[in-house]
């Protein structure tokens, strides 16, 4: 399925370069309003500002997830022992961890910084899953897999994995700033760029996933790290690589999220941004704390990373099929004449396909978050 869908994912990555160039904007919603007006561009703000939200609080999830484990083998606790210390409680630890690291990661203006802590968050991508594939070909000993599947219990199933695979390739809304970055901008060399990106993410995917599944069979965790044993200390360092993944990739998602927040606020209170630089600082550290608090309340008492990926998977198919689609659809309408009628139809249908795809993508992850969990 994720092959199928690729070839969807990279088009809509190369739909936003094009009309990025077209209407000279330089973010993802920006490109949105201009193409596509002041309705579109608005909705489109408020989903990222939902999707980086939720995106947030299942990268706090991961880290106590991860923590959980590494705290078991510092402490030389049996796993599902009895009671705890209260500083190895999980609560505890990812509050601790927010508070002093992500926190003041989120609080300035800009992360230029960030890039540093890209390097190294690739090369734990690598590793985990170099250690994933090695534990499958050469397992240990105490691991017994379950029952391995070789097809889906139902069509249901199927379409239950749309949203997680769109949350693992979501990387459009970023991706207009990045085309924008390149020294000579070209959509032809854009689009050999992300083709060799999402194949390269296709193959961490894969191998991952299906070393992982094999691994385990049935019985696998939704976060694969935590099937394997605690003690495992090769295991161990691929989680605590998460970990650092994780703590540089929140910032960058809030201030995605907090730029939104921003132009939502300043476009209704009718200030431009240059008129109210004097209140940002003051503007800016109250966002953050409202953001953070609120995502690691709710991930604090959300365990489950399985239902926020859900949730915002269904937004994230937003991202990928219906906003590319829909500006398809205005920038063909808006070049008629210029375009010959067979190539005109094409792309326009073309762009039907993407939001009509994204829209069933969005509209069955939704049912499913309000009503599976309401029969169950």
């Not at 990025?20 to 909705?43: D, F, H, I, M, P």
């Not at 995605?256 to 550290?285: H, T």
Request: net charge neutral; hydrophobic share 50%; charged share 15%.
């Amino acid at each position: 399925m994720a092959q199928g869908m690729l070839v969807f994912i990279i088009s809509g990555l190369v739909i936003l370069a094009y009309c990025s160039q077209a209407s000279n904007e330089r973010t993802y919603q920006e490109v949105v309003w201009a193409v596509c007006g002041k309705l579109t561009g608005v909705l489109c703000e408020v989903t990222i500002a939902i999707y980086t939200f939720g995106t947030c609080i299942a990268f706090l999830i991961i880290i106590g997830d991860q923590q959980d484990k590494i705290i078991a083998v510092m402490a030389k606790e049996p796993e599902g022992g009895g009671s705890s210390p209260w500083y190895t409680d999980r609560k505890f630890t990812i509050s601790l961890t927010a508070v002093l690291f992500i926190l003041p990661l989120s609080i300035p203006r800009e992360i230029g910084f960030q890039k540093y802590a890209s390097f190294l968050s690739v090369v734990g991508t690598w590793y985990v899953t170099a250690i994933i594939i090695i534990k499958y070909i050469w397992p240990d000993k105490e691991m017994t897999p379950g029952d391995i599947l070789t097809r889906p219990a139902s069509w249901v199933a199927v379409f239950n994995a749309m949203p997680t695979i769109c949350f693992g390739f979501q990387c459009h809304v970023s991706s207009v700033p990045v085309f924008n970055s390149m020294q000579r901008p070209k959509v032809k060399t854009w689009g050999g760029v992300v083709t060799a990106a999402m194949v390269i993410a296709l193959a961490v995917y894969m191998g991952t996933g299906i070393c992982g599944f094999l691994t385990f069979g049935a019985a696998v965790d939704p976060d694969v790290l935590l099937s394997y044993p605690s003690e495992d200390m090769a295991v161990a360092v691929a989680r605590a690589f998460i970990i650092l993944s994780v703590l540089t990739s929140y910032p960058i998602l809030h201030f995605c999220g907090r730029a939104v927040v921003e132009g939502l606020w300043l476009r209704y209170q009718g200030m431009p941004v240059e008129e109210d630089v004097g209140r940002e600082q003051r503007r800016r550290v109250l966002q953050t704390l409202v953001w953070f608090l609120l995502t690691l309340l709710l991930a604090l008492f959300i365990p489950d990373i399985g239902k926020v990926i859900s949730v915002i998977g269904g937004l994230a198919a937003c991202f990928i099929f219906v906003f590319p689609g829909l500006c398809l659809i205005q920038a063909k309408l808006s070049e008629m004449e210029e375009v010959k009628p067979a190539s005109w139809w094409a792309l326009v249908s073309y762009g039907i396909l993407l939001v009509t795809l994204g829209a069933f993508i969005f509209g069955q992850t939704t049912t499913n978050a309000i009503f599976v969990d309401l029969l169950a």
